[in-house]
Nanobody, 125 residues
Framework: QVQLVESGGGLVQAGGSLRLSCAGS????????MGWFRQPPGKRREFVAV????????HYADSVKGRFTISRDNAKNTLNLQMNSLKPEDTAVYYC??????????????????WGKGTLVTVSS
């Protein structure tokens, strides 16, 4: 199975940008569709973005569409999330995830098979 480790979280002012990365190990991430989820303080985990194994198909939550960009580098075994125009409501622990399906299937919006431990993003107003 694949192991996932997120990095790049931190404190940023509203309107700023952050880039999250997720390093995969154990298996090539090209075997998986991959995505980002987040859990705001006191709330449930929610879907943020997903892309298929090749990166040519992506889907975003409406709340981040146009501001966040998901990408992957299979050669480097990494997944990225570029976050621009950040808002205080983007404050959350962000999780990288991998799904055993290589293409995007409906179940990915509710959860995936492998998870990182998360990285905290705090957006101040």
């Amino acid at each position: 199975q694949v192991q996932l480790v997120e990095s790049g979280g931190g404190l940023v002012q509203a309107g700023g940008s952050l880039r999250l990365s997720c390093a995969g190990s154990g298996r090539p991430i090209s075997n998986y569709a991959m995505g980002w989820f987040r859990q705001p303080p006191g709330k449930r985990r929610e879907f943020v973005a997903v892309l298929n194994w090749s990166g040519n198909t992506t889907h975003y939550a409406d709340s981040v569409k146009g501001r966040f960009t998901i990408s992957r580098d299979n050669a480097k075994n990494t997944l990225n999330l570029q976050m621009n125009s950040l808002k205080p409501e983007d404050t959350a622990v962000y999780y990288c995830a991998a799904d055993i399906e290589r293409e995007i299937v409906p179940t990915v919006y509710f959860g995936m098979d492998y998870w990182g431990k998360g990285t905290l993003v705090t957006v101040s107003s």
